[in-house]
Structures are given as C-alpha cells and as structure tokens.
C-alpha cells in the first residue's frame, strides 16, 4: 500500500492539531467569557454599594459637623433653630432606607440598615428636644446636653456605619461563595475537555508515530545492507524517486568517502587532540597570569610577595605608597623589621611561626620612615608552598586602619565627655555602670547625685555661657573629693552623679555618708567668679546597688526621686536612700504583677511616629512605639520597658506590637497608595530565639506587607561587648528582606568593626547629639563626624528628638538625605488618629525649610 509522501503527512497531522486547539480555545473562551461577566457583575453592584455608604457617610459627617458648631454654641437661656439641621438628618435617613444602591442590603441586611436610619432620626429627634431645653438649662445641663449629643454622633459614625459596611462586607462573600460555586463547575468542565483534547492528541501523535517509524525502519534496512556492502541487495532501494531512495543513494556514496579516509583518519584524531590540549593549556594559564598581575597591580591594600626568609621580592604600588618605599629598599631588610622597627632577635619567633603555622594576623602601630608618620595597620601573612622544599613563598596584606581608628577615638572621646564640664556625660555614665553591675554583679556600691538647687536663676540672671562656667567649677570641686573609679559625670543640666564603693555594706553606708557630706560642703562654698560673689544651694541624694535597683537607670530614678523631694521641702538638703524607697519597692512590685496582664486586659496599645524625608517632607515611615494604660494613668515606656525585659515579657509584648503594627502599615499604604516603612525595637531576648526568622516572616506575610517595608530597630547596647552573639541572627534577617538599623546610635558600644561586618543599612542618631546644634559648635562637629562615617559607609540616617525649627534648620545644612523623627513634625499617636489622616486616600505631609546645604560632612 502506497502512502503519501512525508511532507503531506506532517500537513495533515498539523492541520488536525490546529482544528482541535481552535475548538478547545472557542469552548474555552465561552466558559471564561460567561465567568467573566459573573464577577463583573457582582464587583459592579458592590462598588455601587460602597460608594453609595463613602457618600451617604460623607454627607452625614458635613451634616454633623454643622451640627457640632451649633451644639458646641448652645448657652443657657439661648434659643436656636436646628428646624433645617434636623430636615437634613431625616433626609440622610430617607436617603439610607430608600437608596436603590443599597437594595441588597435592606433585603438581605434590613437590621443593619434601618437601625442606621433609626440612629440618625434619632439624632434629629434629640437635637429639636435639646434645642427646646437650652433655653431652661442651667450649664451645667446644656454641657450634658452637648455631651450626649457628641456621644450620639460618635455612636452613628462608628458603630453604625460601620454595622452598614460590615453588612456590605457579607453581601460581597455571599456574592463570591456563589461566584466560586460557579468556577468549580466551570473547573470541573474545563478538567473534561482537556482530558479529551489531551486523548485526541495522544491518538493522532501515535499514528503520525507509526508511519513514521514504519518508513524509518525501512531506512534502517536499507542503510545496513549498504554498510554491510550488500550494495546488489539494496540497489532496487536506490533506484526508488521518494526521499527513501535519496537518502539510500547518499548513504552510499557517504560509505565510499569513509572507506577512502579511513587510512588517516586515527594519525589525524591523535595530531588533533595533542595540539587543543597544548592549546588550552596555554590560554588558561595565560589568562591567569593576567588576570593574577591586573588584581596584584590594582587592588587598594597594600600587597607583597616575600621569599621564606622574609625579603620583599615584589610589591604592589599601594604598598610602595603606603610604606614611601620602592621594591628595591624594600628588599633590603626583612619585611617584619622594617615594620617594627625591631631587631633579628624580635622578629625570629614571629616569622617562625609563620613558617610553622602557614599563617600570622596582627594590628600594629608603626612610624614610616620617610616622614616619620605614625601608622595604624592590620597585617595579615600567609605561607604559599612548602618552605622545608625551598620552594614556598610569603604573601603579606596590609589594609590601613590609620583614618579608621583616628576617627573611631574622636568619636568616642566626643561621645563620652559632657562639653560643658569635661566629665562623664550621662550616656557613658549609665553604659560604665551597667557594665559594672555585668562584670562586678557581687561588688555593693552607692549612686550619689548633687543637684544645683534654683540654678536656672543664674543662667537667666547671668546668661547660660556664666552660668557653663559655674558648672565646670561644680566639676571641678566634686573631681577634687572623688577617685577615677567613681565616674564623676554630669547627668543632666544642673546634676552630677559619682559612685561610692566598699567591701560590705555597713563600710558602704558610712563611706556614703561622709561622701555626700563632703560633696554638699564642697559644692556649696562662695563661688567668685568675673566679680560676682554666688552663694549656692545644692541638695544631695544616694541609692545602693543591689538594694535599691539593679540598673543604672533604677538607681538614677531612685536619686531623682530623692533631689526631688529635697527641693520640695526647701532645698539645700542631703537625703539618704532610705526615704521614699518603701514607695518605689511598692510601685515596682505593683507593675510588675500588672504588667503580665497588659495584654490580656488590653491596656497595651502601639503609638505611631512618624519619619519624615528632611529634603522634601513626604511621610517615609512610621516607628512603632508600645504604651501601657494602666488603672486609668499612662505609664512611663522608661518605667514598664525595663520591667518587661526582666520579666521576659519584652519579646511577647513586641510580637504583639509588630503584628498589629504591619497589619496597620499594610492598611494605610492601600488607602494612600505609596509604601511606607514601620521600624520596631526588638529586644536581644526575642532576636536569640529558634525560628524567629520565620516567625517575623509569618507576621509580614498576614499582614500582606513585604519584609522590606519592616526595619528592626537594635541598640548598641545589646551588642554587649561581643557583637558576634546576635551577628548571625541578623545576617539571616537581612537575607529574608528584613532591614536592620542601629538605634540610639552614639550612646552605647560605638564600634566601626561592628558596622563594616553586620548587615546594617540604616542608623538612627540619638537625641543627645541635637540638643545642643543651635547652640554649640561641638555639637554640630560630632553630628558631622557621624554623619560623614554614616555616609561614607551609605548608610540611611534618621535623626531622633528634633523638637524644635531652629534644630531643623542647623539639620538642612548638613543636606537633605537625612529622616527627621520629633515632636518638630509630630508626637506618636495611636491607630485611630492616623486612621483619620488617611481616611481621605492621601499621606499628611510636613513643611521643611528651604536651606541650601552650607555645611560638608566630611
């Protein structure tokens, strides 16, 4: 049987797939068309529904807040006309029953519907019967009046409408439960047609499969009798005109070629395969010396090559600048002596064990010989080869740390030392004492604060530059009654702080004692100063470690407490740490039962402040803050926070906060249409736990909020001393989206190391560095050297505490790349405030000055 050709087989077998796949897109398109219009429908009717609510809404809140001013202008004895107030009300209502948009509500919701319309006529009905009692009312009714009034319309514009929405809300699910009824049964028909479109095509693939292995089949016959050299045998297969007797024909004439060849054929594979690995090897190793002499020539560190006994014999230029000498000096002397400037003798065990260990790793200090330029560097040696063989070689990398740590001691000495005073600054003192208590946990000590009684009338007398200079006589008398292990600082504007140490606690309590005598005596002797004769008044508090509080800030709030209560009694007192601590235990202890409670009771609640872009005023993002309203009374964050994270609540509690917290951002980048960051602080306590990567991700995801929207927040103080605990952590974070910033940035362990090899990308300034830029030009250096280091390592800045314009101001001439975070733009406010500052679909934005950058952070 003669079948057709090849050619017109493939165009059969194509027309017949291209008349299937027609049939099944038509079917399809149909199916989906219809499903289409469904959706299309409902999304329709619910649009209608929520426009219709947003107007009626809308104009409720006109109407009430028409009726907002006239209550708010009732008085006793006044009479008032609300006839066209409460025609407006019941047209609302009207409105809310007879709407056509919200027919499917009233048949399918009517309680919600008509209870809405019944509030709102309500309100009109209290507002005519309110009207015809001012008259009569005293004021004390007519603010009742106005009160239940407000209360009303509260209730209507919350409870009401939003019964109406929630109502709405239900319709569109019953609409989409129905809707994906629908689907399955378009799924289920979908599934049917495919699984016949994928038989017919399943048959047709095995004909078209036959045919063709039937022709090729007999190819293959006649192609081994040919290679067989049956040539009589397939020569009536050549003589056929099809494609099968080209193909038998040209098979024939390929066999004579190869037989022809066969000779030469292996001399050539062998030739051939000697010369491309000859080849090939050549190329890599050319291209590896390139690629080795171009990295060797332009890499920044400075590089050399030493023989096994220490001698340069090769150098790259950064390291002919760095040391000011060439190859040729370099290779005069070991390398080690040259840079320690130390004899044979000194260098031996050092190269030694480079040559036994195969690596040596050290930061050293050295003066360069050519200008005498003392240089700090981290030498890093590594042995190449085996040295026992005479074949080995030195391989040696110095990165310069000169700038790096000049920098890194600037900041830290700026960071530590008030510079009015020259003393401890608070920050530093609170970090030396809370690294007392970590180290010396079993060490009893005293806490002795002096606060200048009636001070501030010095510097409004005198001027604050006057009254600086009696502060560093202050310093000075109290450094003349203290030893260096007691940490004199100065804490706040007209206090200082100094620690008093003993072996028991009875020494400590006569050591105190005499300590706050002398401190008293001492601060208050005449001042003479420009003329001027100053009597000062001081009082003088303590409070003991452990006895009394076990952090800094404990026992910084129990002398406060105690300086405070001289002053109530007259000032110029030394009170002891006896009195008002029974309170403090008391009001601790309280909390601290309440506080794990908080969140059940719902006396949590998270506070939003915003950051705002300093170049252009746009709301970047916000930072989520936890309050605790406890019995009626905020308490302090400074109060409950330190509670919580002795109590291992802090983690719990920020869990908490970060899950309502991306639930709200989530909401508000909808309604606003942009992104908007929400940084958090997250304690080292929660950052350590198994799976917290996949919990936090599991938050973000709930929220339907990405992960790169979400900055956690670490202070310096949870690094410790070691960063590396929480390094890894971190690393994990970052790779899963998390942003990671430094907070309070300044005040704790201030380390370049730890900035360079963590994976921080924004860092938040402390207030303490802004509060004194209008005034002080120190002040505004170390805000400069901070920010030069965080630009130079591209890092984000948000500066924190900007309350003022002026300190907005002195920020815009450092440039326009900083955030800004303060009561200069807003305080934190809960949930339902912003909820009114997006309700209108756009994000608040805040006015900054218009100042040219006149200021370098270098």
């Not at 399918?108 to 519907?113: D, F, I, M, Y």
């Not at 491309?276 to 090897?281: G, I, T």
């Not at 860092?763 to 303490?768: G, H, I, P």
Request: proline share 3%; net charge negative; with cysteine.
């Amino acid at each position: 049987m003669r079948l057709l050709p090849l050619p017109l087989q493939f165009l059969l077998f194509i027309f017949l797939q291209l008349a299937l796949s027609a049939g099944l897109v038509f079917y399809l398109g149909n199916l989906a068309q219809s499903n289409v219009e469904t959706f299309a429908e409902a999304s329709r009717g619910f649009v209608d529904t929520q426009k219709s609510i947003e107007q009626i809404r809308a104009d409720y809140a006109s109407v009430a807040a028409k009726v907002e001013r006239t209550v708010a202008g009732f008085q006793p004895g006044g009479r008032h006309d609300v006839t066209e107030l409460r025609s407006e009300l019941n047209q609302i209502a009207t409105t809310v029953r007879g709407s056509v948009s919200l027919a499917p509500l009233r048949d399918n919701h009517p309680g919600a519907v008509n209870r809405l319309a019944d509030a709102i006529e309500s309100q009109a009905d209290a507002l005519v019967e309110a009207s015809q009692n001012v008259p009569s009312a005293d004021r004390a009714e007519v603010a009742r009046i106005q009160a239940r009034l407000a209360d009303q319309r509260a209730r209507i514009m919350s409870a009401g409408f939003g019964e109406l929405i929630e109502a709405a809300n239900q319709e569109l699910e019953t609409t989409m439960r129905a809707i994906r009824g629908a689907n399955a049964a378009v799924t289920g028909n979908y599934q049917l047609v495919l699984i016949a479109f994928v038989g017919l095509q399943a048959l047709l693939l095995m004909v078209v499969l036959w045919l063709t292995n039937r022709q090729i089949r007999q190819l293959a016959d006649i192609t081994e009798r040919i290679v067989a050299g049956k040539q009589a045998s397939a020569g009536s297969q050549q003589k056929r005109r099809d494609q099968l007797g080209r193909i038998a024909r040209a098979v024939q004439q390929f066999r004579s070629s190869l037989v022809s060849l066969s000779n030469s054929r292996e001399q050539l594979q062998a030739m051939l395969k000697k010369h491309d690995k000859e080849a090939l090897s050549r190329r890599r190793a050319e291209g590896s010396l390139a690629l080795t002499a171009s990295v060797f020539d332009e890499v920044q560190e400075a590089v050399l090559v030493t023989d096994i006994h220490g001698y340069v014999t090769r150098s790259n230029p950064a390291a002919e600048k760095l040391l000011a000498m060439t190859t040729q000096q370099l290779s005069e002397r070991p390398l080690l002596e040259i840079l320690l400037h130390q004899p044979g003798k000194v260098i031996a065990p050092i190269w030694k064990h480079v040559l036994e260990k195969g690596e040596w790793r050290s930061e050293i200090e050295f003066t360069r010989d050519d200008d005498d330029k003392p240089l700090i560097a981290l030498v890093s040696i590594r042995l190449v080869g085996e040295p026992r063989e005479g074949r080995g070689h030195v391989i040696v990398v110095i990165n310069d740390h000169t700038e790096i740590r000049a920098r890194e001691r600037e900041i830290l000495a700026l960071a530590r030392l008030d510079r009015v005073t020259d003393r401890l600054n608070r920050g530093y003192f609170v970090q030396q004492v809370d690294m007392l208590i970590r180290t010396e946990p079993d060490q009893p000590f005293a806490l002795v604060s002096i606060g200048l009684d009636g001070f501030t009338a010095f510097n409004e007398a005198l001027g604050r530059r006057f009254g600086d200079r009696i502060l560093r006589v202050m310093g000075d008398r109290l450094a003349e009654i203290t030893e260096p292990r007691s940490q004199l600082a100065r804490i706040d504007g007209d206090e200082f702080a100094f620690l008093v140490f003993a072996d028991d606690s009875a020494t400590l309590e006569e050591r105190v004692d005499v300590a706050m005598e002398a401190a008293h005596n001492h601060v208050t002797k005449r001042v003479e100063l420009a003329g001027y004769r100053l009597d000062i008044r001081a009082s003088v508090s303590s409070a003991h470690y452990p006895a009394e509080g076990k952090t800094a800030e404990e026992l910084l709030r129990i002398t406060d407490n105690g300086l405070s209560q001289a002053k109530s009694e007259g000032g110029n007192r030394i009170v002891g740490h006896a009195e008002g601590h029974t309170q403090a235990a008391e009001r601790r202890f309280e909390l601290t039962q309440a506080l794990g409670k908080a969140l059940g009771n719902r006396e949590m609640r998270v506070h939003y402040q915003p950051q705002v872009s300093l170049a252009s005023g746009a709301l970047l993002g916000f930072e989520a803050l936890m309050r605790w309203r406890y019995r009626g009374d905020w308490i302090s964050p400074a109060e409950f926070i330190p509670l919580a994270e002795e109590h291992n609540l802090i983690g719990e509690f920020t869990e908490w906060a970060l899950n309502n917290a991306c639930r709200r951002i989530a909401d508000w980048q909808r309604q606003a249409g942009q992104e908007f960051s929400i940084s958090i602080n997250m304690p080292p306590q929660l950052l350590l736990l198994d799976r917290i990567g996949e919990r936090l991700v599991e938050i973000a995801r709930k929220a339907n909020l990405p992960t790169s929207s979400v900055v956690l927040e670490i202070t310096e103080s949870d690094f410790g001393s070691d960063p590396t605990l929480l390094a890894e952590q971190l690393h994990s974070l970052a790779m899963q989206g998390f942003s990671i910033a430094i907070d309070d940035f300044g005040t704790g362990h201030s380390s370049l190391a730890y900035l360079n090899n963590l994976p921080i990308s924004k860092l938040k300034v402390d207030k303490q560095f802004v509060d004194e830029i209008v005034r002080s030009e120190d002040a505004r250096k170390l805000l400069g050297s901070i920010l030069a280091m965080a630009e130079k390592l591209e890092f984000e800045v948000v500066i924190e505490g900007v309350e003022t314009p002026q300190q907005l101001v002195e920020l815009r001439k450092f440039g326009s790349r900083l955030q800004i975070q303060g009561f200069v733009f807003s305080r934190p406010f809960d949930e339902d405030y912003w909820d009114g500052e997006f309700m209108h679909g756009k994000a608040p934005h805040y006015p900054v000055p218009e100042v040219q950058p006149s200021r370098k952070t270098e």
